[in-house]
């Protein structure tokens, strides 16, 4: 089966469709399944630039970059990523930029990998000691309301804004032995 061709729950559906209807024209990410109907969605609109980053912090600078060029860019990440953020984060504040971010969150629920506990723990304080404000969804049915109102925070009242989407909702990842 084509893994294009495979439905994405509903709540995945609602973030790119709160995307499109606020203007976005970049989506900057590292490669990551809990974001991928996003990125799929972002590489098959013409209107999107879909931006493949190298590092995490690297997207900080790019929405910014967006920002100042008239454009609104989202950032998506996973919470190891926020960890590779934290220095660039200083540049939001220091030139009062809005912003943007959908995190997709590990080490939480069901979590396989030790490495990923630490960040995943330390996620929701970092960004809040670097002034960004946080949301959190746990359910499908708060998707789309939470991410809009984090987004219309970011693009109309100016403010830094991260979205933290739950290991819980996500789903559970595996290692796939071969």
Not at 66 to 75: E, I, K, Y
Not at 102 to 115: C, D, H, I, K, S
Not at 149 to 171: R, W
Request: charged fraction near 20%; proline fraction near 4%.
């Amino acid at each position: 089966m084509n893994p294009a061709s495979v439905a994405s729950p509903a709540w995945q559906e609602a973030i790119f469709k709160v995307f499109k209807q606020g203007g976005v024209r970049q989506i900057a990410y590292v490669p990551d399944a809990g974001h991928s109907h996003a990125i799929r969605s972002a590489v098959g609109d013409p209107d999107i630039e879909d931006i493949v980053l190298t590092t995490e912090e690297e997207g900080v600078a790019l929405t910014c970059g967006a920002w100042l060029g008239g454009q609104r860019a989202v950032l998506l990440m996973q919470s190891s990523g926020v960890g590779n953020c934290v220095n660039m984060f200083s540049l939001l504040q220091a030139a009062d930029f809005p912003f943007f971010t959908l995190v997709t969150m590990r080490g939480e629920y069901a979590e396989f990998n030790p490495w990923q506990g630490p960040m995943g723990k330390a996620t929701q304080a970092a960004l809040e000691l670097m002034g960004i404000h946080v949301l959190r969804v746990s359910h499908p049915d708060e998707v789309e309301e939470i991410v809009s109102a984090g987004f219309d925070a970011a693009f109309e009242a100016g403010e830094k804004v991260a979205v933290l989407l739950s290991q819980n909702l996500i789903g559970r990842k595996k290692w796939e032995r071969k």
